[in-house]
């Protein structure tokens, strides 16, 4: 028995159409499946997506981008973080796109491409104020000129990250014409395959600002989650293990802090912090039992949590219990445990089966 993530390829299948039809033709998607595709699984994911004709893909490391590539992955896939130099060999062997914010490390990476007789890919990325990675816009043009003369590297994309695409417009579109005059400026000098800028937020309130992009890059939305216009793909179970009919008044779990009455009904339910259902939400939800809406108990411990199932009729062990469903609203899970959407699913555990339906 395991708790369980069901997928929905149909809700995926709609976010992203959705999302087609908000960048336009001209543009195309690079999905984002970092951090095993924000928790729900990269390899699962990775194949859905390219069912559904999606060829390039987004990670944070070497490790995750492997991972895809020998999952059957052919198409472009961009390492967002810094490829360490022991990295950057097999990145080039797997023809990896690399992420690259220093010319030292572009240097190295044309050292070693020279080295092995080939050429490698590299996306340029331009700090306009997110202040993590990139190059600086006073550099750039130097910058620039700089890699042009390395013989082993190819200039395939540039791009930026907007930081605060949810929340400050007048940010936003500074970034967004600082961006596109380095653009117009190194379009004379190279022609760029990927050129992007807009993450999801910055593609659900942008795109129809910005008018020199080739490429979107898009996480959460995609999932369904953080915006009204894309369907949660999301549904996640567990199974009861055990079914505590209490006879007199006690304590539950850990610290006791909650008291069940007689004739209570507890249910103990697989999954628990260890799983990504962090100890801060005890007490604060509710689960779906046989289509009855019942309040979490007790302290969440690291594999297990219980439940007062005592208005559920007919309940026995193995009984899936629905921590949270297609339709439900996860900002208010996120929110009860002082976190963000992304930290709610991208937390799930690897004990978790994936299922995709």
Request: hydrophobic fraction near 40%; charged fraction near 25%.
């Amino acid at each position: 028995m395991k708790a369980k993530l069901y997928i929905s390829r149909e809700n995926l299948k709609y976010n992203i159409e959705y999302i087609k039809n908000r960048i336009g033709k001209r543009r195309k998607i690079i999905a984002m499946v970092k951090a095993n595709a924000y928790g729900i699984g990269d390899i699962i994911i990775s194949k859905e997506l390219q069912e559904l004709g999606i060829t390039d893909f987004g990670v944070a490391n070497i490790e995750e981008a492997l991972r895809i590539r020998k999952s059957g992955v052919e198409g472009m896939i961009l390492i967002t973080s810094v490829v360490k130099l022991e990295e950057v060999e097999q990145a080039i062997k797997n023809n990896i796109s690399m992420s690259v914010s220093e010319i030292d490390n572009i240097e190295q990476i044309n050292d070693i491409a020279s080295d092995l007789g080939v050429i490698a890919n590299i996306h340029i990325k331009v700090d306009t104020g997110m202040t993590r990675l990139g190059f600086s816009i006073d550099d750039i043009i130097e910058v620039f000129n700089k890699i042009t003369e390395m013989k082993n590297i190819n200039i395939q994309g540039i791009y930026t990250h907007l930081s605060c695409a949810d929340n400050d417009r007048e940010y936003t579109y500074n970034q967004i014409l600082e961006f596109k005059q380095v653009v117009e400026k190194l379009k004379k000098l190279h022609e760029f395959e990927y050129i992007h800028i807009l993450n999801s937020d910055g593609t659900e309130y942008y795109a129809d600002d910005v008018d020199f992009d080739t490429h979107v890059r898009v996480g959460i939305i995609m999932y369904g989650y953080c915006s009204k216009n894309t369907r949660p793909i999301l549904k996640l179970t567990a199974p009861i293990l055990y079914i505590n009919n209490v006879k007199k008044y006690v304590k539950v779990g850990y610290c006791g802090i909650h008291i069940a009455k007689p004739n209570d009904k507890i249910a103990v339910v697989k999954i628990g912090y260890a799983d990504g259902i962090p100890r801060m939400l005890s007490n604060k939800i509710k689960v779906s039992i046989n289509n009855v809406k019942c309040q979490q108990v007790g302290n969440i411990c690291m594999d297990m949590m219980m439940i007062d199932a005592t208005r559920v009729n007919n309940i026995k062990p193995n009984d899936e219990a629905i921590i949270w469903d297609y339709t439900d609203d996860l900002q208010n899970i996120a929110k009860l445990s002082n976190r963000i959407v992304y930290e709610v699913i991208s937390s799930l555990g690897n004990r978790i089966e994936r299922i995709v339906e």
